[in-house]
């Protein structure tokens, strides 16, 4: 089995590009996010729950996740939205280990926005966190998503600090200056980490 390596950053960290250049060395990466956005449309018993919990308005006319309505939703609702991630975690943590056993590389990457709050990085073997500084973070998302200030802080002040993550990690790459550094760091993480495995 390979050994499961968590990948994880709060939003416009860089992330997604430092996954891209792990994909690049010829690691294969799971991600979690965009598999969860896949499985709720897949997964007709996860449908049914979700519909269950959240009324048929959860999904559109075409049958599909209606993301925004259900965000609208559970924004500001602890309750209903610790029952929806409730459903929603577990079918992807068993989408994850079957694609795990599908892997024949000697590490496998979890991409996930959550991996400290949901305490996943106690299954992997080690954790990297990819971080910037929050006024980039927030700048990057702005240009990226046309998103005021306003709505990104609110994203970012409901994850974790980014100083209790950098604790936890195993590995941090800071994303604050350009691509070549960015890439050059991510290979020096894997190096490690392939060393830690001799």
């Not at 702005?142 to 609110?154: A, C, L, P, S």
Request: aromatic fraction near 10%; charged fraction near 35%; include cysteine.
């Amino acid at each position: 089995m390979p050994k499961i390596i968590g990948l994880t950053g709060g939003i416009g960290s860089g992330k997604s590009t430092v996954a891209k250049f792990i994909e690049e060395m010829g690691f294969p990466v799971y991600y979690s996010d965009v598999r969860a956005k896949e499985i709720v449309n897949d997964d007709e018993l996860l449908k049914k729950g979700i519909i269950e919990l959240l009324g048929a308005k959860a999904y559109d006319e075409n049958g599909l996740y209606d993301r925004k309505y259900v965000a609208e939703i559970v924004f500001n609702d602890e309750e209903l939205l610790q029952k929806l991630n409730g459903m929603i975690h577990p079918a992807v943590k068993y989408d994850f280990e079957k694609w795990v056993g599908n892997q024949t590389t000697e590490f496998v990457f979890k991409e996930t926005a959550l991996l400290f709050e949901l305490k996943l990085n106690e299954s992997c073997f080690k954790s990297v966190l990819v971080t910037a500084d929050d006024n980039l973070r927030l700048k990057r998302v702005m240009d990226r998503d046309g998103k005021t200030y306003r709505e990104v802080e609110n994203v970012m002040n409901k994850q974790m600090p980014e100083k209790d993550k950098i604790k936890i990690a195993d590995f941090v790459i800071f994303n604050n200056d350009g691509m070549d550094e960015l890439q050059a760091e991510t290979e020096n993480v894997i190096r490690q980490i392939e060393k830690l495995n001799e």
